[in-house]
């Protein structure tokens, strides 16, 4: 059994984005262009960039200098570019600023529930 209704629990998020979007509409607009802006310059597949979205954004977004050191030489070793990188960092760029949106959604509730 789920811990959670993930299903459900996305949509609600989405929903409240959605509210968001209608409240201060270039903020939404803003992230879905930087959410976009890595599969313009071609260095990494859809699939890559949601892989980076789930795990690369770790040493990004957690500031763990341990596992970037670790993680550039690997990428590095295996013949990863700077272009790849970039692009790879733009995702954990993405995805923090992503954070940040979808944990504005429990504001809102706050807000609404407040007395």
Known sequence: MAML????YRNQILAR???IGKLTPDTVKGYAMLGGAGAKTG??????RELAALAVAVAVTLRCDGCTS?????????GAGKGEIAEALGVGIS?????ALVYST???DAFDAAA
Do not use: Q, S
């Open 43 to 48: 260095h990494l597949d859809a699939k890559t």
């Open 70 to 78: 670790v993680h550039a030489a690997a990428a590095r070793k295996l």
């Open 17 to 19: 984005v959605g509210e």
């Open 5 to 8: 209704d993930w299903n459900d």
């Open 95 to 99: 995805v923090n600023a992503g954070a």
């Open 106 to 108: 429990r504001t809102l």
